[in-house]
């Protein structure tokens, strides 16, 4: 068994390396939370553990801090059993050191965070349990 992931962004780069690990993670719209005092934002995903040489997945949490705006686009908030899949994580540069982090889903809904800095964390918060199906993409 591999180690439990735990990873830190704090520039572009740093985050194309959680965009990867979290590439076809799924969760619902209920685990995503925004805390306005707090300035973060949180979501919940069950990970595909590309790392893992079998068919796993794990309970991981994302934790951007720093935010001041959060905005959703196709993603219903009210429906909060609706299960999301995870394509990509971004950052979009603004004024330095800020900009905006961006989750895009499956089906054309994405999140914006406008982040006052580029502050990610990503950590696996289960034991990973086996899934027979592996994510597949066109090529």
Known sequence: MTQAMRLLAQDAEDLKVIAAALQDAVGKIGDISYEPAGRRLTLAFNRYRW??????RVRSAVQVGGVMRVQARK?????????VELLDVAFEPGEAPGGAVTFTFAGGGDLRAEVECLDVV???VSAPWPTPRTPRHEA
């Open 51 to 56: 790392e893992a040489k079998g068919g796993e």
């Open 75 to 83: 993603l219903r908030r009210n429906a909060k059993d609706a299960v």
């Open 122 to 124: 990503l950590a696996d």
